[in-house]
């Protein structure tokens, strides 16, 4: 019988497997807490950047509307411009089930007009329960926050 036999024994791999285990239980975890918070953080900027746009480009063609579209892979603003004169465009992603809110109403079109109030536009009505300053949201994975426009 030989003496000089290599590789490993069962024992070995058996205790190699079980940190394996160990540190899988500890990373996944975290791993997908991470996720989770990544995804939440670009819902809120995303849903800021499209807000923002949506006045910027108000302000600087005479009038603007977002419409929201939710889908089962994303939620995708598209920012447009109101006057005829001019034509832009802007779509602006966030992950799927981000939800727009102003004043607690959900979002799926809002016109301003070249000084930033609210107006009515063919699809787009103005919300009965408006207050002011307009207060804008984002519901994403449960969690409603505040989108400061300035």
């Known amino acids: 019988m030989k003496l000089d036999q290599k590789g490993f024994t069962l024992i070995e791999l058996m205790v190699v497997i079980a940190i394996l285990a160990i540190i899988a239980a500890i990373a996944i975890p975290n791993w997908v807490e991470e996720v989770q918070q990544e995804n939440r953080n670009e819902a809120i900027d995303n849903t800021r950047s499209a807000i923002q746009q949506l006045y910027i480009t108000a302000l600087t063609t005479g009038g603007a509307y977002i419409s929201t579209g939710y889908g089962s892979s994303l939620t995708a603003y598209t920012v447009r411009t109101t006057a005829s ?3 832009a465009v802007y779509t602006i992603h966030a992950p799927s089930g ?32 408006l207050t002011y300053p307009l207060i ?8 409603n926050v505040p989108i400061s426009v300035q």
């Not at 727009?100 to 329960?129: A, E």
Request: aromatic share 12%.
């Open 85 to 87: 004169a001019v034509s």
């Open 136 to 143: 804008w949201s984002v519901t994403y994975d449960g969690q």
């Open 98 to 129: 981000a939800i727009l809110y102003l004043d607690s109403s959900q979002v799926s079109c809002f016109s301003i007009d070249g000084k930033g109030f609210p107006t009515t536009t063919s699809g787009c009505s103005i919300p009965t329960n």
